[in-house]
Structure formats: structure tokens, C-alpha cells
């Protein structure tokens, strides 16, 4: 029954719909109005993605949910959507935060409030459209799109440097994502025509094209993860960012970058990817001690989270490419847990941000005594980011380390030291903060969170929780679709001699 | 399922509610509230802790799943319940103290603001405890060793106001995650190697798998199970405060007293004790795996036991002395004495819970003062803490018929039967260690409690010393009311816990014959017949008596009476002395007070230089490189390249002209010419 229902498009349009339905709502006299579409729409849009779980075959090879027809027949592309357990997660998870997003910036946000909302309901029907394409063309359409309300989001609402953030962040990624392009049109050629992407995995080529049109598209994904030394636009961007921005940029537009690889690079390209892993695994690393390191010095606390978000992302990046389940696995959950967590951090920096309209940590200090409600939801999430188990943040690492181990005792090793950096970057912020006598009057004034925050972090405090004390119902839906990309992925497409 | 398999989940949950009202609700039910419903979950888990040790002393022992985690590849990983002798043992002693020390707090905590917080706490650490000792695989182990990390962390800074409790339970969280890095790695090399994390399984394939080695610097070959148990040991070493790890454990002591006795004594860090013991046969394959960790128990043994002679602050003294016995529990688990370390556990669990809730009833009599220099002759006016202490005092320095005795000299002698070369370094530092045992044991008790008392002199020279450190260190001198207001025995929900740990104090030792000697660990610990340490002590042991007869006319003991001497010569007799040996020794003394210098030389190389590289990575990397020449470098380079050649799109027509000419001109000159 379900099966005929087109989920995915209503997934990818009804928030796109209600976004253009909140933009018409206009001025802020209108204001609450908006907030009243883009709350059913959000809502709405949240509720057509569970059938998608509940149909879902954890068992079935391929793609599901399937919808295809023709867009521009004259270049064959088609509006070819289809989902696999990875997908469906993120889109689980970006329909999930564009929820709270909503719900978090409802009094925050003063000016321009449609404009604010509708950019957030039409950035998640853009990603959704990433997380379901199956057509090359539409994914890179899709792909690009969603910089546009971001750019909007950061430029607009954004901090006093918002404008270099904003131009930082666009350029940045788009240059990054043009190359990619040239590398669809070829395999376009090459194919004898086509955008399917199913079509691309099946399609022979030497080590040299596919070497080519690998680093093409890294370059895309790598800036989008971001990968070291890629990933300055990062931390900018969220320092300039209002928290909705940061938060969907962090939990979901991130992810952008390791969905590309796993259904781009690694299917489209597999002998590349072998070929090229330990540059990249070692890239990974990099970005899991050396960003450790630079995310301890962090006087901005919006800055730190951002720095430990490239972190956690290494270990995105070192799990895809140490092709392995565990690996591969704990990669898309440590994405997940990601999107929770460093949500959530965002937040509740914006909690902070919200009353005292500072994000240095130096003008906190002794939070938990006006805060208490709040310090604790903060601890969890900060547990959370230090990789503590019953946690979502440790399942991911805690596959990739386990993975990684089996490729090299040095990876293992490497990636572990998150534990002891981690740790000591989150608690170190945290006790600064939280911790310690009232520093100032202006602390001394702080009121606890209100209902409306209580239950955005409440939800995520669930979700953290849940995802750490009983993850196999995350990682079910995944097993069929990552082993059958291990095997894609050990099968070379080298042109028979 | 069963009766029996109720029973296994009542005893982990039954803290887990009470720690879950208390946490969530505390502030709607109330105080009384809070303790009743903690302390009634404690109880409950408690009775049904003895019923399960009951049940396991008919050998009836259990492993099952209670729910499957999560599947990867072919690896399951499953939270389960593993119920043999040794779990059993770790379930009484962690309820049967956490019980205590619930009850002890609504005495110590009465006027704490975080009355039903530190409730909530307690009981969700008994609860991680619990799913700790009683897992049946290493990842609910490691569960279960983060969580009561987690919950250590939140007590050390309980106080969230006081600068050095928050940077006593950050310090802590950290160090003790440097333990967790070789521990995960370890269980990496186990999930690895084994495929598995299940105990069962991979116990049953270690000796299959005792031959393989790896490589891990190209070219050197390490005995797999040469790495995995050192890199298991190192998370022991964290989280059982092992040389040189020990830093957290005496800065925890900012935490309130009541889980310095749970926490910080009695059961989390004796969890490294426990694990090693437990991993007893994968431990048993590798000699060299086994030295190292005698070496290791050694150092901390003897080197921290030094330091707990020239401590002031009460329960600092304790702590010292905790690493200490830490440290012969490590060296016993070297020598494959491990029956002989869970019975060290087992009867330290018992005396280090007296000696701190003593010491915290001392501190509240003497409303938060912890200085002992600033104590003495409390025996009069505190006679159930004093005689309670006393007991542990004696137990602690290892006396007959006190339990310490016989779980100290069965290591000792251990030690002695063991056919590892490292115990040739082990041997002298653990007897060294008795005397020096003997000496702070009974300096605490003779300078808290003998002598005249200094509490209501603030001209005696010592109270001079503490207010003038005081002073230096910015700290107002003292609190007023300490001249007029003198000290009473602490109530009965204090001194009750205090009885009812200072009776197995005296007597817990007792039942070393079936205990160590007797077989009454079973299946659970494994030993082989090359490690014959325990088998030898078993031969030439007669029962509790002889043990007695026999030590009394052993090294050890004269050792312990000759320290517990000096201590009565120093403190009772000659109270004027150790100011002159301390000016004296000079050297020696300020080597002690700066503790080897280990925290100065961590904070200024690991934490100092982690927070230079990062400073160095940032500015260095990210700021000037990536961002400064590449970034904004490349948009410079278009801005340059762009007022270059702006200059050709000048708009006048003229320039136009005159180029398209020279153009024109270029063109015919390469076709003519």
C-alpha cells in the first residue's frame, strides 16, 4: 500500500510548500501566523518521513520507495528518487531538526520571521532531495540549492561578521562542487547518455578516469564534511550563524558531504577509493588529533563546538574508508549522533546566547546555580560529545575505532585519542561555564529555560539516549544496503583487458 | 524467566529507580522523600544481592543476554548478565557499602542544598557498579567503568562552587580517560582477534589464540596477549589509580566524604582489581603481562604509602593510603594471586570505608575542618567513631586477628612464592610498604585523636602553621566558632554505618581458608599450574589460627608494630619531634609534599603542552596558512589579477580603437609576413 504512495516527494515538497506558504504570509505584522504554518509544516513534514521507517525492508537489496519520471527528456534526466537504509536515516534526521529548528527560533526570532522559517522548511525539502536522488543531475540540483537558504540564514541573521561568514561559506562550497560537475557531465558521456546513478555504478572505467573524477569529487564532499585543511569556512560560519543555522548546518548539512561519498564516490569509483583511501584515512586523522588539539585553545564557545564537529566528522570520514561494516556502519551512525549532539550543543550555546548575547566562555562562570535544569540537560549533551557510553556519541566511535582497528593498530590508535581530547575540550568549556561561583552580575540575572527550550533539548536528550542504550534499531535498517556497497565496493570496474 | 533471572535484574534497577526519582523529581517529593526512596532501592538491593550470593554458594551460576545491543557484521553485541563467585562477592561487598554509606549520608549531607541530588547520585553509581561487576562481555564492562566514571565526575565536584572541586573532577574524568584509551584499544584487539566480546567465548579461545603475535612498529613482534592485557591493564591502572595514573584519587578527595568511602575506597576504584581478575585467563598467558603489572602495583604500593606519612588534611591521608593497598592489590593480581587481590578487596572494602566515614565524621564535628594539625585528643569526646577507627586502623595496617592481616600477608607471602623475576622488586617494596603501612595508620589515629587537643588552642604552634599556609594562600584563617563550640560524637545515623563496617573490619579475614585458599572462586578465576603462587600458599596454610601463630613471628608483622611504634613514639610521646625531623629532612619532606612532582609535570607537559600545540596548530595552521595565504590569499589574487586587467575595460572608446588597430596591425603583419 505504501509503496505506491510517492513518500519521497511529499518528503522533499511539503516543507518546500510550506515554506513558500509562509513566505507569503509576508511582513512580521504577520508574524505569529508564519510561525503557525511553519510549525504544521515542519510537523507535517516530520510525519510523512516515519512511514518511510515503518515501510522500510531492512532486508531488500537497492533502492526503495522508488519514483521515476522524465524531467528534461531531451538530456534523458529523469526526477528519479529512491531511498536505502543510509538515506533514510538522514532524512529521519534532517525532518527530525527542521522540527526543532522551527520550535527553537518561535520567540527568538523577531525580524523578518517568514522569511526565517520559510528558508528552514525549504533547506530541509532541498536536503531531502539530496538524500533521495538518484539521479546524478537532480543530486547535484539539490545538492547546490541548499546553499542558497543557508547563505540567506548566515547573511541575514547572522552575527556582525555575517557577510565574510556568508561569502566564506558560498564560495568555499561552491567552488568545491563545481568540479564535481565536470566529472557528471563526462560520466554522462561515458555512459552513453545518462544521469542514473544506478547507471554510473555499473559503468567500466580505468584507474586513471576514475582517479580523476574520485578527487572531482572530493573536493565537493571534502569542503562540505569538512575535511582538514578544508575546513575553515567551518568554524566562521558558525560563529556568524543564528543557532537555527548552526544547528542545521551541523546536523545535517554536513552530512551532505559523507552521503556523497557513499553514494557517489565510493560506488561510482571503487578502485579509486581503494587506491586513495590511506590519503584519505590519513586526512581523517589529522582532523581527529590536530583539530582536537586547536578545538582545546577555543575562547569562543560557538567556535569549539565547531572545531569538535570537524573532529567528530573524521571519524565519518575514517569509517567509510576503511571499508569495513563496522566501519562503514559506525560511519553513517556517528553522522546521526553527530546531527543530535552538536545540535543540541548548539542550542544550548543559543540558550546562553539567547540572555547574555555573548558566546565567549570567559563571560560565563557558575551557570548552575541560576540554571540548574538547563546545566544538566547541557551535561548530557557534553557526555554526549565526549563519546560517553549510553550515549548516541559513543556508538559511532566506538564502530569506527572497533573497525578501524581491524585495517591498522595506528588508526585504532589514533582515532582514539578522541577520548582524552574530547573529553578534555567539552569538560574543560563545560566547567568554565556551568561550574564555579556566579562569575558576574550578569550571570547572576540568568533565568532557567523556558517550556518551548526545555522541549526542543528534551527531545534530543531522547533521542541521544535512546540511540545509545539500544542502537540496534538504528543500525537494522543498514546492514543490507552497507554490505552491499562493501561488496560493490571489492569489485573492481576496471575495463576488462 | 526465572525467579533467579528476576532476581539479577531487581538488583542492578532497584538503585536505578530510586536514583531516577531522586534525580528527576527530588525537588517535588522533598528531602525525606528522597533518602527513603534511595535507601529503600538499596535495601532491596541489598537482601536480594545476599539472596543471589546464596544461591551462587549452591553452584548455581548464570550467563544469558538480556538484550542484544547491536548487530554489526557478524559481531553481536549484547547486554548480559554473567553470575559466578566473583560477581557475587563484588555484589555484596558494592551493595552491602553502598548501603552503609546511604544511611551515613543523612547525617553528613543534613544541611547540603543538594540533599536529594547526591541521593540520585549515589544510587545511579551503585547501579553502574552493578551492570559493571556483573556483565558478561567487555563492552557492558566498558559501560559500565565509563559510567561509574560519569558518576565519580559529578560527586568530585558535588561542591560546584569551590574552584578546586571542579578542577579535582575534571582532572579526574581526563586522567581516568587516558586509562580508557588503552582499554578500548585493548577490547578493539579482542573484538579483533576473537570476534567476539562475549567472556565466555573468548576465554574459551585464548589458549588457541596464546601463540599469535603482531606487529605493531614494523619489525618488532609483540605476544598478542602481551598487548592485549597491558592495554587492558592500562585502563586499570586509570581507573584504579595505578602509578603513574594515581594523580586524580587524592584530588578527589574535594568530593563530599561519604563517596570518598564509596567511590574513591570501597568499590569504583578497586573496578581495575576486579577486571584484571576477571580476565584472569587471558592474563594467565602472559608472563610478561603479568610483571609489568607487579611492577607497576609495586611502585604505587610502596611510593604512595610514603607520601601518606607527611599528609596533614585527614582524609588525604586515607587517600594515600588507598593507593597503597590499591598497590598490593595489583602486585597479588601480578603474581596470579588473585583470589588473594579480591580478598584484599574484599576485606579493604570493609576497613577504608570505616577509616573515611570516620574521618568524615570527624570533619563534621569539627564543622569542615580537615586538618589534623588542628585535631587531637578526639578520643574523649568521639568514643564510636575513635574505636571504629581504631579497628580500622589496626585492620588497615594489617594486625592479627584483623581482616587486613590476612588478605595483606597472603599477597605478601604470594609475592614471595611467585616465580616471576619481577617480584624479586616487588617482594622488598610490599614488606618495606608494611612498616611505612603501620606508621601513617596509626599517626591518624595518635595525632586526630591522643595528645592534647589543638582544636580550641590557636596558640599551639600547629594551628599557627595551618592558619599561616592559610593566609598565604588567600584563605580566611579559620572559622570563628572553633574555639567555643567542642566536638560531639556525630549521630546515630553516622556512627550505626561506622558499627556495621567495623564488625567484617575485625572479622572478614576470617574466611581466608575457603576463600582464597578453598577453591570458593571456582571456574570464575583461572590459574595456571606454571603460576603456583596461591597453590603453595594453599599447601602450607592450616587454618586461621596457625595464620595468626605464624605471622606474629613474621617480618611483616614486626614491621607493621614497629611503624604503628614510631607513630605512638612521634605523636603521643614526643609531640614536638616531627616539626624538627620535618625541618631536618628537609629534602625528603618537600619531595613528599610535591608528591614526586607529578602533577606539576603533567599540568606543564601534558596540559600545557596539548594547549601550546593547539594554540600553535591554530594560529600556525588554520589562521595564517589555510585561512590567511590560501583562503583569502586566492580571493586577494583575483582582486589583484582583476585591477590588472580592469584596466582593459577602461570604457573609452579611444583605448578600444587604438587596441583593436594594433590588433588589426598584428594580424596583417602575420599573414603578409
Redesign the interface.
Known sequence: MLLGFPLLSLAIWVPIIAGVAVLFTGSDRNAHVARVIALIGSVLGFVVTLPLYFGFDPLASGFQFVELSPWIESFSVNYHLGIDGISLLLILLNSFTTLLVVIAGWQVIRERVAQYMAAFLILSGFMNGVFSALDALLFYVFFEATLIPMFIVIGVWGGPNRVYAAV?FF??TLLGSLLSLVALIYLYNVSGGSFSLQEFYRLPLSLGAQILIFLAFMMAFAVKVPMW?VH??L?DAHVEAPTGGSVVLAAIMLKLGGYGFLRLSLPITPDASQYLAGFVIALSLIAVV?IG??????SDMKKLIAYSSISHMGFVTLGIFIF???GI??AIVQMISHGFVSGALFLCVGVLYDRLHSRQIADYG?V??KMPVFSALF?LFA?AN?G???TSG??GE??V??G???AN?WY??LA??T???G??YT??MY?RV????VANSRVAELQDINMREFLVLALLAIAVLAMGI???PF??VL?TSVNDLIAHVMQSKLPVQ | MTTMQKLYLLVPLAPLYGAVIAGLFGWAIGRRAAHWVTIIGMVICTLASGVVFYDVMQGHLYNGTV???????N?RLEIGFLIDQLTATMMVVVSFVSLMVHIYTIGYMADDPGYQRFFSYISLFTFSMLMLVMSNNFLQL??GW??VG?VS??LI?FW??R?TA?YA??KA??VN??G??GF??GI??V??YFGTLDYAAVFANAPNLAGNT?E?FPGTVWSLMTVICILLFVGAMGKSAQFPLHVWLPDSMEGPTPISALIHAATMVTAGIFMVARMSPLFELSDTALSFVMVIGAITAFFMALIATVQYDIKRVVAYSTLSQLGYMTMALGASAYSAAIFHLFTHAFFKAVLFLGAGSVIIALHHEQDMRKMGGLAKYMPVTYVTMLIGALANAGLPPFAGFFSKDTIIEALHASPLAASAFAYPLAVAGVLIGGFYSFRLIFYAFHGKSRFDDPHHPDVKEVAAERAAAGQHAGHGHDEHAAPHESPWVVTLPLVLLAIPSICAGWVIGEFVFGGYFGSSIHVIAAHPAIATLAREFHGVVPMITHGVSTLPFWLALAGAGTAWFLYVVRPELPAVLRRKAGLLVTVLMEKYGFDRFNDWFFAGG??R???G??KG??VAV??NVF?NGS?RLVGWFSTVIRHFQSGYIYHYAFTMMIGILLLLTMIFI
Open positions: 566564506k564560495l568555499y585543511p575553515t569556512w568554524p590536530y588539539l586547536v578545538a582545546l585553545v577555543q569495513n561494516v563496522h556502519e559506525g557558575g548552575v546555580n551535561m557526555m565526549s560517553l557510553p549510553g559513543f556508538v566506538f564502530m575505532i572497533m578501524a582497528m581491524k593498530f585504532a590508535f582514539a585519542t577520548l582524552i581530547f573529553a578534555a569538560l574543560w566547567k556551568i561550574f564555579g561561583a539500544y542502537p540496534n543500525v537494522e546492514h | 538484550y542484544t545491543w547491536l548487530v554489526s557484521g559481531t566498558f559501560f565509563e559510567a560519569l565526575y559529578l565536584g560546584h562552587n574552584p571542579i573532577n575534571l574524568f581526563v580517560r587516558v580508557d584509551f578500548l584499544l578493539a584487539l573484538l579483533m603482531i605493531i596539548a594547549r600545540i593547539g594554540n596548530l591554530w595552521g588554520d589555510i585561512d583562503v580571493a
